[in-house]
């Protein structure tokens, strides 16, 4: 990337710190520390600068962590405070052993287990597909009516205090970027 935030040609990078438009997120840049991020983006660098540019990849590594914490088994996909609304869409928050789905603007963007990891592949197909929010589940273990909440987010934190770069289109050979001055 340019110092504008343009992605430029034939320049690539690939690890824990670096930052990339992601289009699940409405192409904000997402950094994702961890090393599992890392050697998913050196595959896509190496594939990108051994071909031509109309055969590059583009990298859409979704977030994925887990922590265990008072003998709870906590996994994430997606990015959770991307959302403006949350549902539990199985288990139940009373026996510490459920699903939380989170959406925004209408789409499933991030989904958080505790103690249920084995559903978030399925989440996380649900994301990378654009599935709408909520859900349509037919699990045995859901609640009867799905009821969204408010996420209640905290503002994001900007890349700088006087503006955001948002990247448009997901096109390698498109390059635009639109400045987006944040609201006081």
């Known amino acids: 990337m340019d ?7 034939d320049v690539f990078v690939a690890g824990d710190i670096s930052r990339f438009p992601h ?3 409405g192409y ?5 520390e961890h090393w599992v991020n890392a050697v998913a ?28 914490q008072f003998g709870l088994n906590i996994k994430s996909v997606g990015v959770p405070t991307f959302a403006d609304q949350v549902v539990i869409t199985q288990g139940s928050a009373e026996e ?3 699903v939380a789905a989170y959406g925004y603007q209408g ?13 978030l592949p399925f989440y996380q197909r649900l994301i990378e597909q654009a599935a ?6 037919a699990t045995a273990d859901g609640p009867v009516e799905l009821r969204p909440v408010a996420a209640e987010v ?12 948002v990247v448009t289109g997901h096109d390698p050979g498109e390059r635009r970027a639109t400045l987006v001055r944040r609201q006081s």
């Open 28 to 32: 904000q840049f997402v950094t994702l």
């Open 132 to 137: 709408p929010f909520p859900p349509e589940l």
């Open 154 to 165: 905290p503002d994001r934190v900007a890349a700088t205090q006087d503006a955001t770069v």
């Open 23 to 25: 289009p699940v997120y």
């Open 41 to 68: 983006q050196a595959e896509v660098a190496a594939h990108n600068m051994l071909c031509d540019q109309s055969e590059r990849w583009p990298h859409l590594w979704l977030p994925v962590f887990w922590s265990s």
């Open 3 to 9: 110092v504008n935030g343009i992605v430029t040609d």
């Open 107 to 119: 789409r499933i963007t991030a989904a958080v287990a505790f103690d249920q990891s084995m559903w």
């Open 96 to 98: 510490r052993r459920f």
